[in-house]
């Protein structure tokens, strides 16, 4: 099971860091992912991480404001959200793929954790 945390309301221009932590199994082997899903819009790719946590992908929409990292000892992924907008409101899910490639597609996707909400006030 995953479970994302660390949602909630924000200005924008701040920051807030969501965490999906991992049970049942070991996901340390696993690609994770972030995807988001806004109000009466489709969901979206965020963000991936390789097993390793050495190699990330970022959608453009949030490249070099966002970054993930993993924890494998503590079977954890985060999601650092800095400089956040309006536009980044958004239920955010974590979700974990048993391959070695990347993905950016909800499809890729193995494992899906319950989102958490973000909000950013303008």
């Known amino acids: 099971q995953l479970q994302a945390s660390g949602g909630g309301l924000v200005q924008a221009g701040g920051s807030l860091r969501l965490s999906c932590a991992a049970s049942g199994r070991t996901f340390s082997s696993y690609i994770m992912g972030w995807f988001r899903q806004a109000p009466g819009k489709e969901r979206e790719f965020v963000a991936t991480i390789n097993w390793s946590g050495g190699t990330t992908y970022y959608a453009d929409s949030v490249k070099g404001r966002f970054t993930t990292s993993k924890d494998n000892a503590k079977n954890t992924v985060y999601l650092q959200m800095n400089s956040l907008k309006p536009e980044d409101t958004a239920v955010y899910y974590c979700?974990?793929?048993?391959?070695?490639?990347?993905?950016?597609?909800?499809?890729?996707?193995?494992?899906w954790g319950q989102g958490t909400l973000v909000t950013v006030s303008s």
């Open positions: 979700a974990a793929r048993w391959s070695l490639a990347l993905g950016t597609r909800g499809s890729d996707y193995d494992y």
